[in-house]
């Protein structure tokens, strides 16, 4: 079974600086999606940026990039800049390769603040 | 914003009440899925749906039953509500099942069982 855990249940930063988010899964798979999620105050689930495995390049989504460490099985979200709106709950999550999204685990979540 | 919609938003009952939640989208999307949130467990899928009348069973089927009688609705169903069974229960959908099609969620329901 694949697991996800985010070992981070909150975080906090100033406005403007740079915040790591981390995330580590375990799969034996080779190829794989990963995925991290938003997850705002409005309760509403938001994509924020995702990675396919068998890519070497970081993803990057204008302030959001990833550091994908595939041998370390690592998968961490770096928010540059941070503005108040960045706010939320942040979730790791994991689709294993042949699989479609009723495979998607998610991991428990790191609650981030941006302090003005 | 993809149009899904969640009804109710809130919902405060008692145990051994039946409970249906529904979820409605505009988009004709082909899948749609129901989680729940609890703290400490991230997103559980409870059911899914491939398409009109075809659901399978998720991590967390037990208690719940789901149907799908249209494109666009898919209701979730507590036959008696537990206490366990307190918590935000999301609707996602995806026009289709790859892992490069992520899907998109509603606003969430958030159910209290007394």
């Known amino acids: 079974a694949q697991t996800v855990t985010q070992s981070q249940p909150e975080m906090s930063v100033q406005e403007a600086e740079t915040v790591t988010l981390s995330c580590t899964y375990d799969?034996?798979?080779?190829?794989?999606?990963l995925f991290w999620y938003k997850q705002p105050p409005s309760r509403q689930m938001i994509l924020v940026i995702r990675q396919e495995a068998y890519k070497q390049q970081n993803a990057t989504e204008n302030r959001f990039s990833v550091n994908f460490q595939k041998a370390a099985k690592s998968f961490s979200l770096k928010i540059s800049d941070s503005q108040l709106g960045d706010t939320a709950m942040y979730f790791c999550a994991f689709i294993p390769p042949n699989f479609g999204n009723e495979k998607l685990t998610f991991g428990t979540g790191t609650r981030l603040t941006i302090i003005p | 914003d993809a149009g899904i919609t969640q009804s109710p938003r809130h919902k405060v009952t008692e145990t051994g009440t039946p409970v249906t939640l529904r979820c409605h989208q505009t988009e004709n999307h082909r899948y749609m899925y129901w989680y729940r949130q609890d703290p400490g467990h991230g997103l559980r899928l409870i059911h899914y749906s491939y398409g009109v009348k075809d659901t399978d069973k998720g991590e967390v089927s037990d208690g719940y039953s789901v149907s799908r009688s249209k494109t666009e609705d898919f209701l979730l169903t507590l036959e008696s509500a537990t206490s366990s069974q307190t918590s935000v229960y999301f609707c996602a959908i995806s026009e289709f099942s790859f892992s490069n099609q992520p899907q998109h969620f509603g606003d969430g329901t958030r159910l209290s069982i007394l």
């Open positions: 799969t034996s798979e080779n190829n794989y999606y």
